[in-house]
């Protein structure tokens, strides 16, 4: 079993950014693709990024692609989620969680209930 723990979440200004880092421990972090979720007030967890296990294959949700970048180290056993350009709709708890598999496709892989492991979530507050 993995233990996966999110930090630098915080308050920033629309047009700002800020970078969550996952560190995780436990279960072998490289062997596993990596997401990246969020979950607003009242509405359901949405997948925002995901990741393959070797880092060569990324995949972002439409609302946030071209801002938002998720990356891994498998050195340091932590993936990223450098987020740009942040709107007042990225307000959010966001959650790292790994998948069962290393590689991921759109059709199975982006969806919160494939994953088997998650963080206890880090909120990010975006002012307008």
């Known amino acids: 079993q993995v233990q996966l723990v999110e930090s630098g979440g915080g308050l920033v200004q629309a047009g700002g950014s800020l970078r969550l880092s996952c560190a995780a421990s436990?279960?072998?972090?490289?062997?596993?693709?990596m997401g990246w979720f969020r979950q607003a007030p009242g509405k359901e967890r949405e997948f925002v990024a995901a990741v393959s296990w070797s880092g060569g294959n990324t995949y972002y949700a439409d609302s946030v692609h071209g801002r938002f970048t998720i990356s891994s180290d498998n050195v340091k056993n932590t993936v990223y989620l450098q987020m740009n350009d942040l709107k007042p709709e990225d307000t959010a708890v966001y959650y790292c969680?790994?998948?069962?598999?290393?590689?991921?496709?759109?059709?199975?892989?982006?969806?919160?209930?494939?994953?088997?492991?998650w963080g206890q979530g880090t909120q990010v507050t975006v002012s307008s």
């Open positions: 436990g279960r072998t972090f490289s062997s596993y693709a």
């Open positions: 969680a790994q998948a069962p598999t290393r590689v991921l496709r759109p059709a199975w892989g982006l969806q919160s209930n494939y994953y088997t492991s």
